[in-house]
């Protein structure tokens, strides 16, 4: 068979192009945990917002990539002069990925089941406030709450309180159906999940046409995978050692930002002897904070002494309440009548932060006494034990979402603090309005879980990413727990 030259040569365009129109509308990214199911309403794990926020599901407000909170599904709202009244006017013409329309309905059954006796919401406190939701009509709620709240459109824009149908619930947690710019297509367990526009979207629509989250726990092949360019983008790259590297080549872009992600020692408060507060203190002070960032994150990370982001702006320099002295640490367990130390164990989710710097923390307590049995769990083990469980001594976890210093009220968390003291705090946190009256009392609440030494606090969580050059749109920053492909497109 012959061809003619024009014709080859046409073919050879044809395969170019269609080879750049491919390259330019679909994009591979990798992320070191995979999600242990897809509902965001229902878990604590980051990994699911890594996937779904913004880009399967919506809540009525949402976060940008410089933290601001901006509207969501709702496309107004007014607030009642006593501050107990917020009335949503949603946006007309949103529909789920199932062709269902969203309606005030819907916003009623996301809201009431987050807040149900039986909810298993991560966040549940984050509506506990909520006495009412009143449909007012198909466009139209009111949500009616028992004491005014500062903080509660930022707690709206959460991940735990997107805007679910009753009609998909039962299979959310494999076949997630939101109103977002990408619908949910195929997830191989253990490999990926991908996903495909929305060409129904509601608002301003993705510019790519699919993406695949690759999920790659393991540093060395997480590096191995960029440097191939088998993937487009690693956000949370676990191996900052290979960051010069990836600097060097002008293949790629290196992202460095700041997180929400205070990274702390947890410990068992209600654990013996950890319920002691000299014990706990010990345990502080046996931390080299610069020595773990240095050592596991290789000089990424910000020092912190208590559980806040040190770029907020209510934020306190608390860390020289648990300096690193390992003799006062001795000498508070001698105090404790535990002069000869203790064992206790010490589980490890698959973060590079919490395995290699596990082992950093142990030879540090091993120093002054304390022994530690090291236990590698995965991301649904650790869950299970450790935040459900709550069989643990101590742990390594970085916090991620925004601003949450109020999960110390709650005795329950897995860490078991929840003092009346702290509650009290946070009671008053959320009836005040006034932003000078409330950065005063967030600093209160700083110094007390720093001055009964809750947990260790470690450091902030520094957001490193990895794309190639011509990726744009990538949050540099992580306001919040998510990898928002939204705006994310190809450079020409």
Known sequence: MKFSAKAVILASAWTLSAGLAQAQTSITVGSQLEPPHLDPTSAAAGAID???????FEGLTRFMADGSVVAGLAESWEISDDGLTYTFKLHDGVTFHDGTGMDAEDVKFSLDRA???DSTNAQKPLFAGITDVTVIDPLTVQVTLSEPNGNFLFNMAWGDAVIVAPESIETITSNPIGTGAFKFADWVQGDRIE???????????????????????????????MMAEDIDAFIGFPAPENLPQFEADPRFTVLVGSTEGETILAINNKMPPMDNILVRQAITHAIDRQAIIDGAMFGYGTPIGTHFAPHNPAYVDLTGNSEYDPEKSKALLAEAGLADGFTTTLKLPPPSYARRGGEIIAAQLRAVGIETEITNLEWAQWLEEAFRGKDFGMTIVSHTEPMDIGIYGNPDYYFQYGTEEFQAIMTELNSTTDPDARNALMADAQRNISENYVNGYLFQLAA??????????IWTNQPTQAIDLTAVYWAE
């Open 50 to 56: 890594n996937v779904v926020y913004s880009n399967i």
């Open 115 to 117: 807040r149900a006796e």
């Open 195 to 225: 996903i495909v526009r929305n060409d129904d979207y509601w608002g301003t629509p993705a510019k790519l046409e699919s993406a695949t989250f690759k999920f790659i726990n393991d540093p060395t092949a997480a590096f191995g995978a």
């Open 464 to 473: 490193l990413g990895v794309a190639k050059a011509n990726v744009v749109g």
